[in-house]
């Protein structure tokens, strides 16, 4: 079993930047070889892909809708991923809920591991 504990929620100010957290903190060697990601969710609507990020770092995938606003990375020494958002708008306001699945394809699909989501609140 995965834990998964994101952090770094809030309010903010639209047009400000946001860095979100998700650390893996219990080591395993499954931990250190997922794919993680970022989901997130608005009341009444499912949960959506945002970005991924390989266990290598190596590679990154990004919705359409979020490119070029959303950088996802990885520090593997702290077994951690970040989603940096820049330009905060107020239709990033959501709860965001990281996942981890061993490849990519299956964790936009059925990620096997959630973290428990970080709101994040839009001041505009």
């Known amino acids: 079993q995965v834990q998964l504990v994101e952090s770094g929620g809030g309010l903010v100010q639209a047009g400000d930047s946001l860095t979100l957290s998700c650390a893996a903190p219990?080591?395993?060697?499954?931990?250190?070889?997922?794919?993680m990601g970022w989901f997130r969710q608005v009341p009444g609507a499912e949960r959506v892909f945002v970005a991924a990020i390989t266990y290598t770092g190596t590679s990154s995938y990004y919705s359409d809708s979020v490119q070029g606003r959303i950088t996802i990375s990885r520090n593997n020494a702290k077994n951690t991923i970040y989603l940096q958002i820049d330009n905060v708008k107020a239709e990033g306001a959501a709860v965001y809920y990281c996942a981890a699945e061993a490849y990519y394809s299956k964790l936009v699909s059925t990620p096997g591991y959630w973290g428990q989501g970080t709101q994040v609140t839009v001041c505009t």
């Open positions: 219990q080591r395993t060697s499954e931990s250190e070889r997922l794919t």
